[in-house]
């Protein structure tokens, strides 16, 4: 299991299904307790991963999702269209992948790589052209997809926002 191990305490896991919304896939995020809708700001639609694991059995689900909050100490940062079909990742995604050095995922989409740093960053997040911040958001995880990066394996890093950076060409 690729899971970082610093997650598996919390209660905040859900299920989320890829369906079409308005033309586009969305990946909506499902109970794992109803099989129905999940909310970001409802707890109690969220359970174990434990359960999770076992809800997504139970009700098809195409992943698993963590619900970021403003109690736990988790940041995402999800890298948009970063990696070609061939596994390439561009080099300012990577810069910034060796440069956080922590637990890293391709996405589900495959194009991008999910990020989760120990890290506090005050509001629902940030969105700069490619690159998004997430602290009070869900992020979808794909254990079967873990990227791995030299010397963090399944670990989640601690992070000073002051001391990062985000290439300008990720920015577009």
Known sequence: MAIPYELL???QWIL??????NGRIAKLPISPWSGKLASCDRPQTWSTYRHVCYARRKFRSDGVGFVFTSSDPFCGIDLDQCRTRDGKI???AQ???DRLASYAEVSPSGAGIHILVRAKLHGP???TGKLELMTQDVTSL???NHYRVALCAS???NRKWKSCFVTSSLRR
Do not use: F, Q
Request: glycine content about 8%; aromatic content about 8%.
């Open 125 to 127: 997040g940030r969105r």
């Open 16 to 21: 989320w299904r890829r369906t079409e919304v």
């Open 95 to 97: 810069a910034v992948i």
């Open 9 to 11: 305490d919390y209660k």
């Open 90 to 92: 561009a080099l300012e």
């Open 142 to 144: 794909s254990p079967a």
């Open 155 to 157: 670990r989640i890093g």
